[in-house]
């Protein structure tokens, strides 16, 4: 397993200086989203080979991965208009992380809504078909590029248990539509108490397909679930890190919700099971 970060999770200082410090910190690999990074461009037409070049080149100078690059928008917003700028900023990180060379295109799965706002639509088919759809036009876009397009199943979004993802894998056919893997992401206040069984029946049906995986924890707070950094919180990880050493060797992973402040403690937690399974 390679051990990352997300990099808008690390400290605010400049983009080249903060490159060497994740590499400094012993991660192997980021998470990068440009739009939450503060000194670097990150609207669609800027996005050019020599922008692309150049976040390249500081990476491989520091020994760090690009595992993902994140674009977080919602495909099935039900506005046309929307959708269609929606789409265009899809292509344009695909094309600019074929020159990065990031390892994938990150999303998850949009709600059926502008606000892209969990409701109890997300779970109706109509929604899926729409989400489906709009995730069809991108993946033909990542074809073309040579890039891997990975959705994240989360509780709240349309695809938000692992049989609804088996399902958009099956629908869309294609073999640039991979699975990242965030297992709090898949529990609600309704289901954590399953964690266990959740987990395990989501690495059996997608196990084949999932490419990266993201680590974080999980306390409950006035009835609701939060995430936080991994060991501050109620995960168990032995299982899915058992499976990962087994299955998936040298699979990039990167730490959420973490702050500078922790995130050396939250490294330390999940190499210290992974190290001793």
């Known amino acids: ?28 690999c980021a998470h990068i989203a440009l739009s939450k ?3 670097v461009p990150s609207a669609p037409g800027m996005l ?35 959708l269609k700028a929606v789409k265009a900023k899809y292509e344009a990180s695909i094309r600019f992380a074929s020159y990065i060379g990031a390892g994938m295109v990150g999303t998850e799965t949009g709600a059926p809504n502008p606000e892209y706002k969990s409701v109890p639509e997300c779970r109706s088919e109509e929604a899926l078909e729409s989400f489906v759809r709009g995730l069809k036009d991108v993946v033909l876009c ?10 994240e199943p989360v509780a709240k979004h349309i695809v938000w248990n692992a049989d609804r993802a088996r399902q958009v894998l099956d629908t869309i056919g294609s073999p640039n539509l991979k699975i990242i893997f965030d297992p709090v992401n898949l529990l609600d206040e309704t289901n954590y ?34 995430s936080v950094g991994c060991g501050l919180g109620e995960m168990n990880y032995e299982n899915i890190l ?15 919700n973490t702050v500078p402040e922790n995130c050396e403690r939250c490294r330390d937690t999940i190499l210290d099971i992974y190290n001793r399974l």
């Open 1 to 28: 397993m390679q051990l990352g970060i997300r990099f808008h999770d690390t400290e605010k200082i400049h983009f080249e200086d903060r490159v060497k410090k994740v590499h400094d910190l012993g991660f192997k």
């Open 193 to 226: 108490g399953e964690r266990e069984e959740i987990f395990a029946h989501t690495m059996e049906i997608l196990g084949p397909d999932i490419v990266m995986l993201h680590l974080k924890d999980f306390v409950l707070e006035d009835g609701k679930l939060k």
């Open 142 to 151: 990542a074809e073309k590029f040579g890039v891997i397009v990975a959705i």
């Open 242 to 256: 058992r499976y990962i050493k087994e299955k998936k060797p040298y699979i990039h992973a990167t730490l959420e």
């Open 37 to 39: 990074i503060e000194d």
């Open 48 to 82: 050019t080979p020599g922008y692309g070049k150049y976040i390249r080149k500081v990476f491989e100078k520091n020994d760090v991965d690009i595992a993902v690059l994140g674009c977080y928008l919602n495909l099935a917003d039900p506005d046309e208009e929307r």
